[in-house]
């Protein structure tokens, strides 16, 4: 029998028996699962290299005939792995658990040498999403934003300048996001109080610390919040402080 006629013998012979052979190779595996897994798992420890060099030659040798095959299957394979995910949602999970678990130091210094390489472009991506997104859910965004700031406490604060120890009394609906909205005005030259302006100018924003007086539920009526406001400055400026604002006296 030449070399031809023994390859198309077992190529028919296994066509005939490739149910009986998948059902032996099956009942085999089930049998000896741990120790198949267990072996498996030492033979890659030992030739990490060798394999992933393998891998890594088998892959540029069919990288298109691989192209071609997936391009016949997608819809077929994209099937087969939703379902596989499906079953195996939990193992699934705690394997990339495990997984980071391991690696984490790694896939970290990996994100921060990514991250200040592309630093800009970035930003830039970032810019044109938030823009775009805004667009598209622009009164959905203000709707949030909108029940976001009223469950927000309410508070009367103060802004002190560090250097000086001048004082800037205020009362926000909101005031975590009023301390930005500060901060914002001082950057870009906008700030109501011309003299905390001046002194942001002169000090910089970091001679500036943001306190609390007294906070107060979200639901606080702006009347109650400008009364607080007005009597904090009042007993500031009896205690001989000097303050940025006085109008609310």
């Keep these: 029998m030449t070399k031809e006629e023994k390859a198309k013998y077992k190529k028919e012979w296994y066509e005939k028996n490739k149910e009986r052979i998948s059902k032996r190779e099956k009942e085999y595996y089930e049998k000896n699962k741990e120790r198949i897994s267990k072996r498996v798992k030492e033979y890659r420890e030992k030739n990490k290299e060798r394999i992933k060099e393998y891998n890594k030659e088998w892959y540029e040798k069919h990288k298109e005939q691989q192209k071609e095959y997936y391009e016949k299957k997608k819809e077929q394979i994209i099937k087969q792995q939703k379902e596989y995910r499906e079953k195996n949602k939990e193992q699934i999970k705690e394997r990339k658990k495990e ?77 975590k996001h009023r301390w930005s909205v500060h901060r914002y005005e001082l950057r870009h030259n906008k700030h109501s109080s011309l003299q905390l302006q001046e002194d942001c100018d002169t000090y910089g924003e970091e001679a500036f610390i943001f306190e609390v007086i007294e906070e107060l539920p979200c639901d606080t009526e702006q009347d109650v919040l400008l009364k607080k406001e007005s009597e904090q400055i009042k007993k500031h400026l009896n205690e001989g402080k000097e303050l940025y604002n006085k109008e609310g006296v």
Aim: net charge positive.
């Design 99 to 175: 997984w980071y678990e391991k690696n984490r130091e790694r896939i970290l210094k990996r994100q921060k040498e990514w991250y200040e390489k592309n630093k800009e472009q970035i930003k830039e991506r970032n810019k044109e999403y938030n823009k775009e997104y805004y667009e598209k859910n622009k009164e959905r965004v203000k709707e949030q934003s909108k029940e976001y700031y009223a469950q927000q406490p309410a508070a009367v604060y103060k802004i002190t300048n560090i250097k000086t120890g001048t004082i800037y009394i205020g009362q926000s609906t909101a005031y």
